[in-house]
C-alpha cells in the first residue's frame, strides 16, 4: 500500500526537534533512516499526522569518544558498522552482529538508534545495547535524561521513550583491554530476524578471572533481556568449569513463544547453545586482550 | 475534509539527468521514479520493503525505493535500471543474466540488477558466498537463484578481465 498522507517537517536542530515533538506529540513520528518506519507507513499501522525528518541534523551525525564513552549519534548508519574502521574496533560487539541485521540495501540508510528505538524483540541491535550496558540519552523541550538499554524496552515495538521525547544519542561505555564479546544468531534465511539472537561481553581481571559478563538474548521474550553473571557462575567459568551449565540455568528461566518458525522447546534449546557458544568465545577474546 | 495536501520541492538527478518536481510529502522515491518521471523500470512487488525489485542506487548506496521518500531523496543522485544499457547495448551485468537464464518472468530483474551492479562496484571480485548474501534481500519467484549467482559472477569476471569468454 501507499504511506497515508501526512506533514512533513525536516528540522535542522535538536532544539526545532523538541519543539516539534512538544507541539505535535502523539500525532508526530520520527523518521531517521526510515527502514522499520516506512514499512509500518506502507501498511498503514501508523498513521502519523506529522513526520519530522531527523536525517538533515548533521548534529546526530556520526559518533565520538570522550571520557571513556562512545557517543553514538541518531544518524549514524547500520552501514558504518561495517566500513568504518574506527567503530568497528571501539564497537566490536555491533560490528560483528552488523552483517545479520537487515541486508545492504536497508543498512545503507537504516540507522543504529532507529534499531534500537523501534524495539523489535528480535532485533540484533537492541541485544547489543543491552549487551554493552549502554544509555539512551532521551530528549525533550524540558530537558534530557538517561535512560539504561535495561530499563528501556517496555514490550514489542514498545519503550520507555514518552511521546514528546527522541532519542538524539546513544553512550555506550569503551571497553577495558581485558574485555571480550561476542554475538551469535540463529536465522532462518540471511537477514531475517533471528529466531534467537544472543550478545555477550565479559571483563576479565588482570589474573584472567570475570570480573563482570553480560549476556543479551533476541527472540525469545516481548523484549530483548539481559543476565548478569552472578558470583557463583563467574567463579565457575574463571576455573574452567563448563560454560555449557552457566548457559543452561540462563535458558532454563526463558519462556518463549511458539510461532511458525520454531517452537518454544526449540528456541530454549538454541538459547543454551548459542549463550553457551557466545560466553565461551567473548571470556577467551578477552583473554586474548 | 482534512487539511490542504502539503507540497515540497524535490531535485535530483536519475541516471545522470535532472529532474525537477513537486510531490506530496508521502510520495515514495519508487512512486516518484514510476508515475512522476515515467521511468517503469524500477518495479513494486511488495511496497514494504521484503522484496527488493524496488532496489536502485542512491548516492553510491543500494537502496530500496519503496522504503525511501522522495523529499528524502530531494539532492541525491540516482541509478536506476533504465541507466544501465547503452541505448541497445546491454551492460556485462544485463548480458550475463541474458547468457545464464538469470530471469523468466523478469518482474524481480530490476531489483537483482541494480543490487548486483552495487555490489560490484564496490567489490569486484565477490566470492559466491558474497554474492549470495549480498543479493539475500531480493526474492524472486521464478527461476531459482543458481542462475542468478551464476550471472553475477561471471559478469565480474568479464568485468575484470574484458575480452575473455566465461
Ligand atoms: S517493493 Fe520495495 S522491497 Fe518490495
Ligand atoms: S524472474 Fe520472475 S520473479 Fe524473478
Known amino acids: 500500500m501507499k504511506p497515508p498522507p501526512f506533514e512533513y517537517a525536516a528540522p535542522e536542530t535538536i532544539e526545532e526537534i523538541s519543539a516539534l515533538l512538544a507541539e505535535y506529540g502523539d500525532e508526530a513520528r520520527i523518521i531517521a533512516g526510515g527502514q522499520s518506519l516506512m514499512p509500518l507507513l506502507a501498511l498503514r499501522v501508523v498513521r502519523p499526522t506529522v513526520l519530522i525528518d531527523i536525517g538533515r541534523v548533521s548534529a546526530l551525525d556520526g559518533w565520538r569518544q570522550e571520557n571513556g564513552i562512545l557517543r553514538v549519534g541518531a544518524n549514524l548508519r547500520q552501514q558504518d558498522l561495517l566500513e568504518d574502521e574506527d567503530l568497528k574496533s571501539a564497537l566490536p560487539l555491533c560490528a560483528e552482529a552488523a552483517p545479520q541485521i537487515g541486508h545492504p540495501a536497508t543498512r545503507s540508510r537504516g540507522t543504529i538508534i532507529g534499531s534500537i528505538c523501534h524495539a523489535d524483540p528480535a532485533a540484533e541491535l537492541p541485544v547489543c545495547a543491552l549487551a554493552l550496558g549502554a544509555l539512551m540519552t532521551v530528549r525533550s523541550a524540558d530537558g534530557e535524561r538517561q535512560i539504561a538499554a535495561a530499563d528501556f524496552f517496555d514490550g514489542a515495538l514498545s519503550t520507555a521513550v514518552s511521546d514528546e521525547e527522541f532519542v538524539p544519542e546513544v553512550h555506550i561505555p569503551l571497553p577495558d583491554v581485558l574485555t571480550g564479546f561476542a554475538f551469535c544468531e540463529l536465522s532462518r534465511r540471511h537477514g531475517d530476524f533471528a529466531l534467537v539472537g544472543v550478545g555477550c561481553s565479559a571483563s576479565l581481571d588482570t589474573d584472567k578471572r570475570i570480573v563482570t559478563a553480560r549476556v543479551g538474548i533476541g527472540g525469545v521474550d516481548d523484549t530483548p533481556l539481559c543476565f548478569d553473571l552472578d558470583s557463583a557462575a563467574k567463579e565457575q567459568i574463571s576455573d574452567g568449569q563448563s560454560v555449557g551449565d552457566v548457559a543452561e540455568s540462563i535458558a532454563s528461566q526463558l519462556d518463549p513463544g511458539t510461532d511458525l518458525h520454531a517452537t518454544s522447546d526449540y528456541r530454549r534449546a538454541m538459547a543454551a547453545l548459542l549463550i553457551d557458544r557466545a560466553l565461551q568465545t567473548a571470556v577467551s577474546r578477552a583473554s586474548e586482550g | ?166
Open chain 2, 1 to 166: 475534509m482534512g487539511a490542504p495536501k502539503q507540497i515540497l520541492h524535490v531535485d535530483l538527478v536519475v541516471n545522470g539527468t535532472a529532474y525537477s518536481r513537486d510531490v506530496e510529502a508521502r510520495r515514495t522515491l519508487a512512486d516518484f521514479l514510476r508515475d512522476d518521471l515515467n521511468l517503469t523500470g524500477t518495479h513494486l512487488g511488495c511496497e514494504h520493503g521484503a522484496c527488493g525489485a524496488c532496489t536502485v542506487i542512491v548516492d553510491g548506496q543500494p537502496n530500496r525505493a519503496c522504503l525511501v521518500l522522495a523529499v528524502q531523496a530531494d539532492g541525491s543522485e540516482i541509478q536506476t535500471v533504465e541507466g544501465l544499457a547503452a541505448g541497445e547495448q546491454l551492460n556485462p551485468v544485463q548480458e550475463a543474466f541474458k547468457k545464464h537464464h538469470a530471469l523468466q518472468c523478469g518482474f524481480c530483474t530490476p531489483g537483482f540488477l541494480m543490487a548486483a551492479s552495487a555490489l560490484l562496484q564496490t567489490n569486484s571480485d565477490p566470492t559466491e558466498l558474497e554474492v549470495r548474501e549480498y543479493l539475500s534481500g531480493n526474492i524472486c519467484r521464478c527461476t531459482g537463484y543458481q542462475f542468478i549467482i551464476d550471472a553475477v559472477l561471471s559478469a565480474a569476471h568479464k568485468m575484470r578481465e574484458p575480452g575473455t569468454s566465461d
